[in-house]
């Protein structure tokens, strides 16, 4: 299993410079073989007839649909469905959990939109918004990182050639970095300021040193919730076009969903299913990341979803996303318990060191604000898997094998 993992790595994901290939075959479902000790009627009993319908689905090889989706969030059965879940990770992956030696970096809070629920972005009138300058951003960064993730502020000033030319002078000075950079909030806004098409920003960006992009900017695929929370920010079709572009163009993409608020289980499902078509259509989605609301200072909700829910988020988004490899526990916002957790119930990566996060911070994460190697490999240890070690295109660094010596073993 683990070399059926690395092969796809390898041959499917990328080529020596990046050169993503988003072929329908790299993402498709792999197909369930009933393999004797699933859980269901062969393996582990399941205490509720809709996880034992979905276990028998999973067996024959059939898509779970909207009803299934919806039957697991609503199960008690917890353990069960984090075992129907991590089956299903391991066969893609085997014991094995991603992460990467990676920074934030939040090139300006300065934001145009006025999302309810954010506490990260200021007003352009607000005094206490911040600007890196293109130095600052290098001063953040080192060799020895293997990705670094931009998100910013829509700012007021800033023209698309700055937002050009930050990528263009990290690709200059750290060649072997991979840039993880926009949400498609951000690319729609470039194409807006500069009156240019999405396929010209994102192909200049292409040109400047772009790799990837990540899945920020997605929250719930409802109307009823843009209407409350972030009205003046793209909605879902603009969300998918946006990433079916750059599949089409081979920058590989993530995404997310904004969850614990406001949004009912019945969008969290529609959701996902939105995302496996748009997989279907124009595959590039490399990972999902579910991102457990930080109730900050929004006023929105008085407390986060909880463990259980994060757990049951996390199992349902693996089980119902077939044809998107990776499932991350995003550990800036889960926590690192219940992100290690999550490791067993479907996600098969941690993300990484991250070391400046703003966004979940502004709005009173608990927790700090980077992890260092050691622990992350500890934490994916703890929960019984092995870790590796990618860049964000997911090639290997590096296999930390088990016992084997000076690869990092801390107690957790
Ligand atoms: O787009 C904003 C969300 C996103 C809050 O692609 C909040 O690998 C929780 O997208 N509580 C940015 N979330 C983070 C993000 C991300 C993170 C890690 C990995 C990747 C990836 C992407 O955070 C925003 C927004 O959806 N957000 N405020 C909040 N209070």
């Not at 750290?174 to 951000?186: G, H, M, Q, S, Y």
């Not at 690319?187 to 040193?209: N, P, R, Y």
């Not at 995003?330 to 290690?340: C, D, H, N, P, Q």
């Not at 703890?382 to 296999?399: M, N, Q, S, T, W």
Request: hydrophobic share 40%.
């Amino acid at each position: 299993m683990a070399n059926q993992k690395t092969d796809r790595a390898d041959d499917g994901v990328h080529s020596a410079s990046t050169g993503f290939q988003a072929t329908p075959t790299n993402f498709r479902a792999i197909p369930a073989v009933a393999t004797p000790g699933r859980p269901g009627r062969a393996g582990i009993p399941l205490a509720d007839p809709a996880l034992d319908r979905i276990a028998r689905k999973l067996d024959r090889g059939d898509r779970l649909d909207f009803a299934d989706g919806v039957a697991a969030f609503h199960t008690n059965d917890l353990a069960g469905l984090g075992s129907l879940a991590d089956r299903e990770k391991s066969r893609r992956f085997g014991d094995e959990v991603y992460f990467v030696l990676n920074r934030q970096i939040n090139p300006t809070n300065a934001c145009v939109l006025d999302c309810r629920f954010c506490d990260y972005a200021k007003r352009p009138s607000d005094v206490t918004h911040y600007a890196l300058t293109i130095d600052e951003i290098l001063g953040r960064l080192s060799p020895e990182l293997r990705e670094v993730h931009i998100v910013s502020g829509l700012h007021h000033e800033w023209r698309f050639a700055h937002y050009v030319e930050i990528i263009r002078q990290i690709r200059r000075a750290f060649p072997d970095i991979t840039i993880k950079a926009w949400t498609a909030v951000e690319i729609d806004f470039f194409a807006k300021i500069e009156k240019i098409s999405v396929e010209e920003v994102l192909s200049t960006m292409q040109d400047a040193g772009l790799d990837s992009m990540p899945g920020g900017g997605a929250e719930v695929f409802s109307e009823r919730v843009r209407q409350e929370l972030f009205r003046h920010k793209i909605g879902a079709d603009r969300w998918l076009a946006i990433h079916g572009i750059a599949h089409r163009m081979g920058i590989p993409t993530n995404a997310t969903l904004l969850y614990g608020h406001i949004e009912t289980i019945e969008e969290r499902v529609t959701h996902l299913l939105r995302l496996r078509e748009a997989e279907e259509t124009a595959p590039g989605f490399l990972a999902f990341i579910p991102l457990a609301f930080q109730v900050g200072h929004s006023g929105i909700v008085e407390r986060p979803a909880g463990a259980v829910d994060d757990l049951k988020t996390l199992a349902v988004s693996r089980l119902l996303l077939d044809n998107i490899p990776h499932i991350k526990a995003y550990w800036v916002m889960l926590g690192e318990e219940t992100a290690s957790l999550g490791l067993n119930f479907g996600a098969d990566d941690m993300d990484g060191t991250v070391q400046e996060e703003k966004i979940a911070h502004a709005a009173l994460a608990a927790g700090p604000l980077g992890i260092a190697r050691e622990r992350l490999v500890a934490l994916i240890r703890g929960a019984g898997k092995v870790p590796v070690e990618r860049d964000a295109l997911y090639r290997i660094i590096r296999r930390y094998e088990r016992d084997a010596p000076g690869n990092g073993m801390v107690r957790p």
